[in-house]
């Protein structure tokens, strides 16, 4: 029999809370009910070539993007999961227009903000898709959390994560000391420690964008891109592409071997001025993320992320985010400090 790799999820995190004498323990609890909604799409996604969840559900998100019939799932079984575990007070998801309320009597003192399937318009060519979230404490006084507990700075977030859904499911995750990544073993329903204390490379030689969009784009993106395809050799150019055009999948392979993952603004998106993707349940908690893990996220003009105030719940903004020292050589050129 293989032997059992790291520590279980659950231990991992009582010993985190071990280390907090203030803890109530409510966040713990808040992780633990997201966890088992993770291995319960886990399941679905992993059967989704046998049962019939294939394909469109005939209905469009508020995005105006077609939705997916594991979408409407993964997001049925997270609301359904944590609207009565009685440690938020509100949700937002991608697929619905406005704030999803809690049941009466099970409010608590956090808001949740989730992706429940990120990358969805390839699962059925079996692409590695996601789910991403990010938690917040609460801020209202009522009785029923408001949009004000979720509109909040990236930068104040208590906790934030992903679990992608591939050769193996991920849980990666961080409560502001450091990032940890846990395989699920699928013989015992557990999720493992697999990836302790994880830290992106400095700079490395990846680079993720869709260059479908090249003649679309503002020239300081286009003159970026030509220069990280540039030879040097001496400065380790011309870098090498990886896209597969789903963010938790390029995000994940880029934290653990290093890259920069571009989704800026472009001219052909006039319905998208500020860019594709969402602010509080895409772009941040992946900056809390990657900068946890030593990275840097800003947007195309240099703001950093983590410092952009939300003003609606599915705000938008240009992504660019990844390894420290290829961020910092971007916002460069963004910034106009590159000739």
């Known amino acids: 029999m293989a032997k059992r790799i790291g520590i279980t999820v659950s231990r991992q995190l009582m010993d985190c809370q071990k280390l907090h004498p203030e803890a109530t323990g409510e966040l713990t609890g808040l992780l633990s009910e997201l966890i088992v909604a993770a291995k319960i799409i886990s399941a679905e996604v992993n059967m989704a070539g ?3 969840i294939l394909g469109q559900s005939g209905k469009t998100n508020v995005q105006g993007e ?6 409407e799932f993964a997001n049925s ?3 359904r999961r944590m609207e009565q575990c009685g440690y938020i007070c509100v949700m937002a998801s991608e697929e619905e227009d406005g704030i999803i309320p809690v049941l009466d009597g099970y409010e608590g003192k956090y808001s949740l903000a989730f992706d429940p399937l990120d990358g969805s318009s390839n699962i059925d060519v079996n692409v590695s898709i996601g789910t991403i979230f990010s938690i917040h404490r609460r801020l209202s006084d009522g ?11 990236g930068r104040v977030q208590v906790a934030a994560g992903y679990i992608i859904y591939g050769s193996s499911t991920m849980l990666v995750y961080t409560t502001g000391d450091g990032v940890h990544g846990f395989t699920l073993d699928p013989s015992v329903g557990e999720f493992f420690l697999s990836h302790p204390d994880i830290r992106i490379p400095s700079r490395a030689k990846y680079y993720s964008v869709n260059e479908a969009y090249t003649n679309y784009w503002h020239e300081p993106t286009r003159r970026y891109i030509d220069y990280v395809k540039t030879i040097d050799k001496e400065s380790g150019r011309p870098y090498s592409l990886r896209y597969i ?3 938790v999948a390029d995000f994940h392979r880029n934290l653990i071997s290093g890259g920069i993952f571009l989704y800026p603004r472009d001219k052909k998106s006039t319905d998208k001025p500020e860019g594709k993707l969402r602010l509080l349940y895409e ?18 003009d240099g703001r950093d992320i983590l410092d952009i105030q939300p003003t609606g719940l599915h705000q938008r903004v240009p992504l660019i985010i990844g390894s420290k020292e290829d961020v910092d050589l971007a916002e460069k050129f963004f910034t106009g400090k590159m000739d």
């Open 50 to 52: 046998l049962a019939d």
């Open 66 to 71: 077609d939705v997916q019939k594991l979408d």
């Open 77 to 79: 079984t997270i609301k």
């Open 143 to 153: 009785k029923q959390g408001t949009e004000e507990d979720l509109l909040q700075k």
């Open 245 to 247: 055009g789903s963010l």
């Open 283 to 300: 772009a941040a908690p992946m900056a809390m993320i990657v900068e946890q893990a030593g990275g840097r996220a800003i947007t195309d």
